[in-house]
């Protein structure tokens, strides 16, 4: 307050400075700077010191959900209340061969629950949804609000994966955009508020969250992935959201392969009933914790792969958005197979060289808007724990760019460890954190 009486506007270089030396944000300064970046008034380079400053000095319970809310509020909110059925979402905070979405929208459906999943497309090394979906011929991401209600009312479908639009938390996308130039999206407070920001904006009725922890993770340290969890939960139960999140490893890919097309065949093995076994328990547990979320889980989610009612529902879900379920799926152009230098047990297989070695084949970006290849990706031969002989093949690489090959293969051995023991694995859901 002003000695006049009148209020003071905020200025974004004493907002700036404040959190700089370490200040904790007034919710008026906070609510200012979010809308005044969204309108442009608040210049890219102003925004990226700050986000630097917030890197730093961290924002508390009360300015990481005021910093959420400002940017649910930038954009336009949806509501699924009137729809007259349970809502309920998952968000991974990204993996290796992390295809779970896409058996797992469908099953929860099949459970009685509907599913609005308003997803991304990947970067770097963890790849996206869409872009998986996408190598589905005719499939399309870019839905209508009128098209995603009548999906999720459609008593054959009831669930939806598609483009979250540049609608829902726009200050958001501005804001991650620069963050990804800028060394600033390693800080828990602004992964936080910017992963819930578009979750409180699609409207969920409840979430869960699927936090990984690992090399092929943002949080490579148990602690650090607890404390992101922990702070969306807060975020959620603070918006009314109610939500929950599991802790899961991501030291190595999930399942057997990564790469867009190679995913979707492994995710329609699981809905057939087959699949990995760290896909089908992974796939199980967050469709359990769905379903207790909205007050069904006298289901057995397990019975609606075996009854091929999961299957059914995948089936609509991509025909209601355009695809062929039954067309084939793209294929590379060339391959190469690595084959195991020595005998012995694979001890690793590093998540973050596979996914590496996916990235430089073609089936992820380097930067936001870049084309990816449908078919390239990491088909893995063994996993870990498994004896091998010298001279056995490992994996093979899919590339539509062969001199992508070299480079790949290079890096894909750096990730394998081959060993005399056969390696203690920790359990792949590690913990689950509720508000
Ligand atoms: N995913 C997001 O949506 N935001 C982040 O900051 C990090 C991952």
């Avoid at 200025?11 to 959190?19: G, L, Q």
């Avoid at 998952?90 to 929860?108: E, F, N, R």
Wanted: glycine residues 12%.
């Amino acid at each position: 307050m002003r000695s006049d009486g009148a209020v003071s506007m905020p200025d974004v270089i004493s907002i700036i400075r404040a959190k700089r030396d370490g200040r904790e944000l007034r919710g008026d300064e906070i609510d200012w700077v979010v809308e005044a970046f969204a309108r442009g008034i608040v210049a890219d380079e102003q925004m990226a010191a700050l986000a630097m400053a917030i890197w730093f000095r961290g924002m508390t319970r009360a300015e990481t959900a005021r910093w959420t809310t400002a940017m649910v509020d930038s954009g336009r909110r949806l509501d699924f209340t009137g729809l007259g059925v349970p809502t309920v979402d998952k968000h991974s905070t990204g993996g290796v061969g992390d295809k779970i979405t896409l058996p797992l929208a469908p099953l929860v459906a099949a459970c009685g629950a509907a599913v609005p999943q308003l997803s991304g497309r990947g970067l770097g090394h963890t790849g996206g949804t869409l872009d998986k979906l996408e190598s589905i011929p005719g499939w399309r991401a870019d839905l209508s609000s009128a098209e995603i209600a009548h999906m999720l009312t459609d008593s054959a479908v009831g669930a939806v994966v598609c483009a979250a639009g540049a609608e829902l938390a726009p200050a958001d996308h501005r804001l991650y955009a620069l963050r990804d130039v800028t060394g600033t999206v390693e800080s828990i407070p602004l992964i936080a508020s910017s992963i819930m920001s578009k979750k409180i904006a699609e409207g969920t009725g409840a979430l869960v969250l699927d936090v990984k922890v690992g090399s092929g993770a943002f949080m490579t340290e148990l602690g650090d992935a607890r404390e992101l969890a922990r702070t969306m939960v807060e975020l959620g139960a603070d918006a009314g959201l109610p939500t929950s999140a599991l802790l899961t490893r991501m030291d190595t890919p999930l399942g057997r392969t990564v790469g867009n097309a190679l995913e979707v065949r492994e995710a329609v093995e699981v809905l057939a009933g087959g699949g990995p076994a760290d896909v089908v328990e992974l796939t199980l547990g967050l469709a359990r914790e769905m379903l207790a979320a909205v007050g069904l889980d006298a289901t057995d989610p397990a019975d609606r792969l075996r009854d091929g009612s999961a299957m059914d529902r995948w089936r609509a879900m991509i025909v209601a958005q355009g695809g062929d379920p039954d067309a084939p799926l793209p294929a590379a152009a060339s391959t190469e197979t690595v084959f195991a230098p020595r005998g012995g047990v694979v001890t690793e297989l590093d998540a973050l060289a596979v996914g590496t070695a996916a990235w430089r084949l073609g089936a992820g970006r380097a930067r936001q808007g870049a084309a990816v290849q449908a078919g390239a990706g990491v088909e893995l031969h063994v996993g870990i724990g498994d004896a091998v002989r010298a001279g056995q093949p490992l994996a093979t690489l899919h590339t539509d760019t062969p001199e992508a090959l070299p480079a790949a293969v290079t890096g894909f051995l750096e990730g394998v460890r081959i060993g005399d023991r056969t390696p203690v694995r920790p359990p792949l859901i590690v913990e689950r954190i509720t508000a």
